[in-house]
């Protein structure tokens, strides 16, 4: 990279597969949207990037996951959240809730990449974010190499909410590194929801 240029180098930024979700809201024209249909009420679908494999996304996320760059999962937060905000959508959500980490994992990694790309979005959007009202109770395997009915079962009773008290009749925008079947995030809905939420929404990083 060059002086000026943080994170991402120029020619990177202007090749990044950027999705337009976001320009067709909660319709059908939105393909993420489209994708919760008839397995859990989600008010909005977001995702910044279209994952591809061995492409610049797979390895910026590797960046961020496995090699201690969590400042950009706010870099990427910020860029995304102003974009969403430019759009209006800061006036949806009540609250940003990342997608916890179980415990062992956190203390192996040190720290929840998903977190990170929260505070980036709250930050753009001036929404709070909270990463402690949701828990993973349980060190579920690895999500990779599985089939949708494989990771639905392995995250379908490992998450509950901690605060509901802080999540009851908000509008919840939750968020994850990135969306492959959307088991993990559909879990994550259901238990908010359950907790008393009044709606939510999902913004990934990154969608298969």
């Known amino acids: 990279m060059v002086r000026g240029e943080q994170f991402i180098c120029t020619d990177c930024n202007i090749k990044l597969p950027y999705t337009d979700f976001h320009e067709h809201g909660a319709t059908e024209l939105n393909p993420l949207q489209r994708r919760f249909w008839g397995k859990v009420p989600v008010r909005f679908a977001f995702s910044y990037l279209y994952f591809r494999s061995k492409g610049r996304v797979q390895r910026l996320l590797h960046q961020l996951k496995y090699k201690g760059a969590k400042d950009l999962g706010e870099h990427l937060g910020q860029r995304y959240g ?33 977190e990170h790309f929260a505070v980036g979005l709250a930050s753009a959007m001036s929404v709070p974010t909270k990463a402690d009202v ?42 994850d590194d990135v969306l492959t079947t959307g088991a993990t995030l559909e879990a994550c809905a259901v238990t908010l929801l359950a907790a008393g939420a009044s709606e939510v929404s999902i913004a990934t990083i990154a969608a298969a």
């Open 82 to 114: 102003s974009i969403l905000q430019e759009y209006q959508y800061h006036d949806q959500f009540d609250l940003i809730v990342p997608v916890p980490l179980h415990k062992l994992k956190l203390r192996k990694r040190g720290y929840n990449q998903s």
């Open 134 to 175: 949701l828990k993973r109770t349980i060190n579920t395997t690895t999500q990779t190499q599985k089939n949708r009915l494989s990771r639905w079962q392995n995250v379908e009773q490992v998450f509950e909410v901690t605060k509901p008290e802080q999540v009851k009749g908000k509008r919840i925008l939750i968020v």
